[in-house]
């Protein structure tokens, strides 16, 4: 069976590096991207998952956020299951993006790369 392809969508590099090692180790194929248009682009490439970052900063660029970015990933690839990174903890923000198609939402804290590894688990095994 050929690993499941994951593209990981986040601005900051340090969070990028982490999840990237950490699931390559458990056996995932990553490929990253630091702006949801990159990803969009590459979508031919058809991931198993996306997990993507809720808010972009490029300074003096206006980028897309992950709403957006969710919105145009569905609309071509309305398979492919989403897990939203951020630190946003607004209840609206997240109700928002679960009513938009999310497969999960992972805060960025402490417990991150826990939280996304049992999320990503709980995505493959309901598909």
Known sequence: MKPKLIFIVDDDAFI???????LSEEGY?????????DCIAALNENPDLIVLDYYF???????MDGLEALNKIKAIK??????????QEKG??????????????????????DSLFVSIQEVFNHQ
């Open 16 to 22: 990028t590096k982490l999840v990237t090692k950490r």
């Open 78 to 87: 309305t398979e492919v299951p989403v897990i939203m990174l951020s630190g």
């Open 57 to 63: 900063l490029k300074e003096g660029v206006s980028k």
């Open 29 to 37: 194929y990553m490929k990253s991207f630091a702006y949801a248009e």
């Open 92 to 113: 609206e923000v997240v109700l928002e993006l679960a009513r938009s198609g999310i497969a999960d939402y992972v805060i960025k804290d402490n417990n991150l790369m």
